[in-house]
């Protein structure tokens, strides 16, 4: 069953984070339930892939500031039937940002996170179940502003309030910075 890793990985991310039980056990449903969820043409909701990139050092992050949504977050985007979750992370990382090399700083799932897009055109109001993975950037930290973007930028963790009051923003931060 192609649900079947992710939920798998879902179940060991709750373990690890009984107190995010809520978000854990609707995801795990979400999953469960529609054997579609990874398709964007799930109108109700899908599977989203994104990366929360940080730089050798570990205390920069990229952040995009988004041109849809106009707010500054993760890269990240749809999976569009791909089951892999970590390799769309990886593939919208590399697309939205040019950075090169990017790597999983681990296999498992560093945070979830359910929010609200807003209806656009035909596309109505819908949730994103987005998994996010942690990803390091070794390299001279050089990106590429693509179209789906405003502008990319390293911010420094200390600084992030500064771009964002995103709780899940600051949430991926407070696991980041906690992780050792």
């Keep these: ?26 995801f ?29 050092a570990g205390d920069s992050v990229l952040l995009t500031h988004h041109r849809k949504l106009d707010i500054w977050v993760q890269p990240g985007g749809h999976a569009d039937g791909d089951a892999d979750v970590l390799g769309v992370a990886m593939k919208e990382a590399t697309e ?9 700083v681990s296999a498992e799932i560093f945070d979830l996170d359910i929010h609200s897009i807003p209806a656009r055109g035909d ?37 992030l309030a500064d771009y964002t009051d995103e709780e899940s923003m600051h949430r991926m931060a407070r696991k980041w910075k906690g992780r050792h």
Aim: net charge negative; with cysteine.
């Design 123 to 159: 596309v109505p109001e819908h949730s994103h179940y987005d998994v996010r993975y942690a990803l390091l950037h070794s390299g001279d930290g050089r990106f590429t502003v693509t179209e789906e973007s405003h502008d990319l930028a390293w911010v420094p963790l200390d600084r």
């Design 96 to 104: 939205e940002t040019g950075l090169d090399p990017l790597e999983p």
């Design 28 to 56: 795990l449903a979400f999953v469960r339930a529609h054997d579609d969820c990874f398709m964007r043409s799930l109108l109700i909701g899908h599977v989203t892939g994104s990366a929360w990139i940080v730089n050798a």
């Design 1 to 26: 069953m192609h649900r079947t890793p992710l939920l798998r990985s879902l179940q060991r991310y709750a373990t690890r984070h009984p107190d995010e039980a809520d978000v854990s056990e609707r």
